[in-house]
C-alpha cells in the first residue's frame, strides 16, 4: 500500500534506495492515528563533505517536525499522523545532498531501508 512518488534511485543490490534532496511516498491509510517509521542511512561521505543534513516532510501539505542528522549510520524518522482515510501524500526534503560528479552522476541525499505507516 506504498506508491513512490519522485526522487527516488534505483534499488541496490541490498534493497536500499538512494534519494535525491526531494523524494515522495504515497500511502494508503485508514482513519486515525498512524505513525511513520522511515528507517534511513546518513551516509558517512554526506557528514563529511556537507555536515549536518535537515530532514523535513509534509503530510498532505501539513508539515512535520523537521529531524537533524549529523553523524553517519543508521537512523529512523518517526513521526505520529493522523489519517482520515483515503490516502496520505508524504513529501520529503533535504536542506543539501551530495551533487552529481563524474564518479556518480546522481543527486544524493539519504538512503532509504524501509518506509512504514502503521
Same mark, same amino acid.
Given at each position: 500500500?506504498?506508491?513512490?512518488?519522485? &526522487?527516488?534511485?534505483?534499488? *541496490?543490490?541490498?534493497?536500499? %534506495?538512494?534519494?535525491?534532496?526531494?523524494?515522495?511516498?504515497?500511502?494508503?491509510?485508514?482513519?486515525?492515528?498512524?505513525?511513520?517509521? #522511515?528507517? @534511513?542511512?546518513?551516509?558517512?561521505?554526506?557528514?563529511?563533505?556537507?555536515?549536518?543534513?535537515?530532514?523535513?516532510?509534509?503530510?498532505?501539505?501539513?508539515?512535520?517536525? $523537521?529531524?537533524?542528522?549529523?553523524?553517519? &549510520? #543508521? *537512523?529512523?524518522?518517526?513521526?505520529? @499522523?493522523?489519517?482520515?482515510?483515503?490516502?496520505? *501524500?508524504? %513529501?520529503?526534503?533535504?536542506?543539501?545532498?551530495?551533487? $552529481?560528479?563524474?564518479?556518480?552522476?546522481?543527486?544524493? &541525499?539519504?538512503?532509504?531501508?524501509?518506509?512504514?505507516?502503521?
Amino acid at each position: 500500500n506504498l506508491e513512490l512518488l519522485a &526522487g527516488w534511485h534505483d534499488s *541496490e543490490e541490498t534493497g536500499w %534506495r538512494w534519494t535525491g534532496r526531494e523524494f515522495g511516498v504515497r500511502v494508503r491509510a485508514g482513519v486515525g492515528r498512524r505513525v511513520l517509521t #522511515m528507517k @534511513l542511512y546518513v551516509a558517512e561521505e554526506s557528514v563529511r563533505r556537507l555536515g549536518a543534513i535537515a530532514l523535513h516532510a509534509t503530510v498532505n501539505g501539513v508539515a512535520l517536525l $523537521p529531524a537533524v542528522y549529523d553523524t553517519a &549510520g #543508521m *537512523e529512523s524518522y518517526v513521526r505520529e @499522523l493522523e489519517a482520515e482515510g483515503g490516502e496520505l *501524500e508524504l %513529501r520529503f526534503s533535504l536542506d543539501k545532498a551530495l551533487a $552529481p560528479e563524474e564518479s556518480d552522476s546522481r543527486e544524493r &541525499g539519504i538512503i532509504v531501508a524501509s518506509i512504514q505507516v502503521a
